[in-house]
T-cell receptor, first 116, second 112 residues
Framework: GAGVSQSPSNKVTEKGKDVELRCDPI?????LYWYRQSLGQGLEFLIY????????KSGLPSDRFSAERTGGSVSTLTIQRTQQEDSAVYLC??????????????FGPGTRLTVL | AQSVTQLGSHVSVSEGALVLLRCNYS??????LFWYVQYPNQGLQLLLK??????LVKGINGFEAEFKKSETSFHLTKPSAHMSDAAEYFC??????????FGSGTKLNVKP
């Protein structure tokens, strides 16, 4: 596609339920990033993929959070047993094949998660 | 740990006035520095970045930023604000290893 897409755009769930958030990166981009943007706060780095591998998972807030990427393309962020503090906008970004830290990231529109 | 501080969550300027958005970071190594902009109901997009070389970096829409190592700053400026500049601006830093740290953002309001 022309840009990074994310689905769903909005998700309302009940506390304790599991949710899956999807990210489709720009075609050919092997680096993929997940961030969380809470109200009034900056972007919080969650996890980074190079291909299907995630070298650094230290940004995930708890073991309820997990992410995977298959085929070097689509990624899914899963939150188990959601809590109200998980409510935020979850952003996905991708960057070019080298995925270096000096490369521009292209962001998706985000998924707004609300946990009731 | 790396941190990024953006002074002022909201900045208001008059159309035609100077825009100055502040960003300070903590880093023990030369960082990569970025400014992103988020227009209402849109995703973040890159304004400009500093990696190596010239410390004054020019970006899109007339914005520029200067890396000052001694001050650990990367402030964003534009000589003359336009109504279309109203947006939220985020400063970001990376020391490498594909881990990025973003500031909390500054919302710019431009008054007619």
């Amino acid at each position: 596609g022309a840009g990074v897409s994310q689905s769903p755009s909005n998700k309302v769930t009940e506390k304790g339920k599991d949710v899956e958030l999807r990210c489709d990166p720009i075609s050919g981009h092997t680096a993929l990033y997940w961030y969380r943007q809470s109200l009034g706060q900056g972007l919080e780095f969650l996890i980074y993929f190079q291909g299907n591998s995630a070298p650094d998972k230290s940004g995930l807030p708890s073991d309820r959070f997990s992410a995977e990427r298959t085929g070097g393309s689509v990624s899914t962020l899963t939150i188990q047993r959601t809590q109200q503090e998980d409510s935020a906008v979850y952003l996905c970004a991708s960057s070019s094949s080298t995925g270096g830290s000096n490369n521009e990231q292209f962001f998706g529109p985000g998924t707004r998660l609300t946990v009731l | 740990a790396q941190s990024v501080t953006q002074l002022g969550s909201h900045v208001s300027v008059s159309e035609g006035a100077l825009v100055l958005l502040r960003c300070n970071y903590s880093s023990s190594v030369p960082p990569y520095l970025f400014w992103y902009v988020q227009y209402p109901n849109q995703g973040l997009q890159l304004l400009l970045k500093y990696t190596t070389g010239a410390t004054l970096v020019k970006g899109i829409n007339g914005f520029e930023a200067e890396f000052k190592k001694s001050e650990t700053s990367f402030h964003l400026t534009k000589p003359s604000a336009h109504m279309s500049d109203a947006a939220e601006y985020f400063c970001a830093v990376s020391e490498g290893f594909n881990k990025f740290y973003f500031g909390s953002g500054t919302k710019l309001n431009v008054k007619p």
